[in-house]
T-cell receptor
């Protein structure tokens, strides 16, 4: 079955460490996204990619980096510059980059900074 | 002002009840709207797209009121399995970016 796979599901990090969250999709979708979800807040867009080898900053990109070397993969690195990284991170994809397109989400990665 | 606003709830309703959620949006140019369902500690999943003419899927009805800038979700004959958080989503026209509400928590009680 097609879908989005995120790993790891749970991750603990010490302050000052960079961590990379994996996101792989086999839906043949062009667009991919990373969102962050905190309690009591809506999903906030970190980065998005409309097509391979292209990506754009979302609303809260500071302290994060991404790459899109393959259509299927859109990893997110949470750097030590991110001041409050503890959150639930969700990767999503859509057939094309358009507000009218439905997002398919991965199961999420829950990052805790100790 | 937030692009999309929802009453966070919680809504606690008995099994079999009818419950309605509203969601207001600030950008009158927004074109696309959705309701997603999110179970505790899980990812959001699409429940329904919202069309101008309104749409129904079984016990669920979604409507869009452009004049008052709100969308609604009606759930009839609530089931225990309907307990979840319902996220209202609207697009930011011109930027192709979706805005998510904070969600409305529903608990259906036996």
């Amino acid at each position: 079955d097609g879908g989005i796979t995120q790993s790891p599901k749970y991750l603990f990090r010490k302050e000052g460490q960079n961590v990379t969250l994996s996101c792989e999709q086999n839906l043949n979708h062009d667009a991919m996204y990373w969102y962050r979800q905190d309690p009591g807040q809506g999903l906030r867009l970190i980065y998005y990619s409309q097509i391979v080898n292209d990506f754009q900053k979302g609303d809260i990109a500071e302290g994060y980096s991404v790459s899109r070397e393959k259509k299927e993969s859109f990893p997110l690195t949470v750097t030590s510059a991110q001041k409050n990284p503890t959150a639930f991170y969700l990767c999503a994809s859509s057939r094309v980059f358009s507000g009218a397109n439905v997002l398919t989400f991965g199961a999420g990665s829950r990052l805790t900074v100790l | 002002r937030k692009e999309v606003e929802q009453d966070p709830g919680p809504f606690n309703v008995p099994e079999g009840a009818t419950v309605a959620f509203n969601c207001t949006y600030s950008n009158s140019a927004s074109q696309s709207f959705f309701w997603y369902r999110q179970d505790c500690r899980k990812e959001p999943k699409l429940l329904m797209s919202v069309y101008s003419s309104g749409n129904e899927d079984g016990r669920f009805t979604a409507q869009l009121n452009r004049a008052s800038q709100y969308i609604s979700l009606l759930i009839r004959d609530s089931k225990l399995s309907d307990s979840a958080t319902y996220l209202c989503v609207g697009d930011q026209t011109g930027a192709n970016n979706l805005f998510f509400g904070t969600g409305t928590r529903l608990t259906v009680i036996p």
